[in-house]
């Protein structure tokens, strides 16, 4: 029975995958000159990419081992080399969203067609990023190919975080080349919708979510505790996953924070219906919500991680000095987070039971379906459709909240997540991780600072 519902959980992703996929890219627009039966066979050629991958990792990571072949020796990375390899991807998370942010601002003051902006300076921010993950990804080859025996199954399964490494940063090699291959084909964008950016926002979140697994990992596995027992050495996973944040919802509701400046998406000749604002929010505030508290352990992460997520835009608009862009859906997340810490607090330390999807789902739909006035009124949704509403708001909780749990279940099921070697000294300090931090904000800060506008 076990192993049906495996099967079905599979299939029932799958499918759901299959029909967000084919859904956003209708909603990213077809541009008009080009042939519609051209343009979806192109889609197809991106989506079987993304399955063949998906395929690689279910081969190398999940299926069952051939009767002949043994299972391999379990191979663990040191504490101090995992510090490294989380800050290093961190710190590549961070130059990420913040180009992005800076890349948004000036194509709406400057346009800017495709190919001018190759080398500016948030493209610059936003290829270190990607080319930390190419790097570990690089390193994490050389090490299985040296360290580990058997074929490529009982290497990638002896240590899961190298093979992970290496798939995310194939995954990345597929997914930056996609951006100018479509441009190549199709010209400019319509929205920020276009599949490669979406394939880009993936590769973000995958990336983060590995390097806060691998951060994780050398943490104990703590009790269940509320946020006033928050660990120093817990901040840096909630930068992570604030960063997360950041990226998911400055992505997935541009549209809607473009029309609180008066851009309609329907002036670009495209459709949104007001639902997905909140099928979108709601996603994303779910997982990163669930995550925060299940991987930490304990209530409030969730509310914590959108406060901090909301400071770094506040923080960012001011640094830019800009009044183009908002900070609208990080206020409206901050209800359902908390309404999540609150199940979390209810059902793990007062009851002292693990929290569910079915539960965290409840709180995070309950909270959002009281939020619901204050987003209309934010977004100038007042004729939106309450039924539409209501099944956009259920269905993206259920789901994300299922998917989350799955994805943290995962990351607690592996070795290394129990507990670091006792007699293995931790010798990065809490410390020392955001004195790095710091110092390589204050290089970010003076880059983007000296950067000269093109005009």
Known sequence: MTTLNHRL??????????VIFVAFTAWGGIPAEMNASLFWAQAGLFLLA?????LAFWHLLLRPLAPNLRQATRDTLTVKLRQRLALILAAGGLTTFVG??????????????????LFWRPHLLMYFGFATAAATGFWALLYLNRQLRGNFQ???????????????????????????????????DITAWSIPHLILLASFVLTQLLALFIYTSTLPLAAWRSAIALRTSDLLALLILAGISLLWLQIMLI????????????????????????????????????????????AGAATIVGLLALAMRYGMIQLFQTDMLQFVA???????????DLYTYYRA???????DWRG????????MTLNALVIRSLYNLADADNLAYAAAIIVSGIGMSWLANRVTDAMLRQPEAIVAAASERISIKPAVSFGILAAFLAFVFFFITTASPPV
Do not use: K, M
Not at 9 to 18: D, E, H, K, R
Not at 154 to 177: D, S, V
Not at 330 to 340: D, H, K, S, T
């Open 50 to 54: 993304l399955c063949v991958f998906v």
């Open 360 to 367: 965290t789902a409840a709180a995070v739909i309950a909270a």
């Open 9 to 18: 959980g599979w299939i029932l992703t799958a499918s759901a995958g299959i």
């Open 255 to 298: 549209d809607w924070d473009a029309t609180l400046f008066g851009i309609q998406p329907e002036s670009l000749g495209l459709y949104r219906p007001e639902w997905l604002l909140a099928a979108n929010l709601t996603a994303g505030l779910t997982f990163f919500g669930v995550v925060s508290t299940r991987l930490l352990r304990y």
């Open 330 to 340: 990080w206020i409206c997340a901050l209800l359902p987070l908390l309404a999540l």
């Open 100 to 117: 992005a942010f800076w890349d948004e601002i000036w194509h709406r003051v400057y346009g800017i067609p495709f190919g001018e902006d």
């Open 154 to 188: 009982q290497r990638f399964r002896a240590n899961p975080i190298i093979g992970l490494l290496i798939l995310n940063a194939a995954f990345l090699c597929y997914a930056l080349p996609a951006d100018p291959v479509w441009h190549w084909i199709f010209g400019e």
């Open 349 to 355: 330390i007062l009851r002292n039971e693990e929290p």
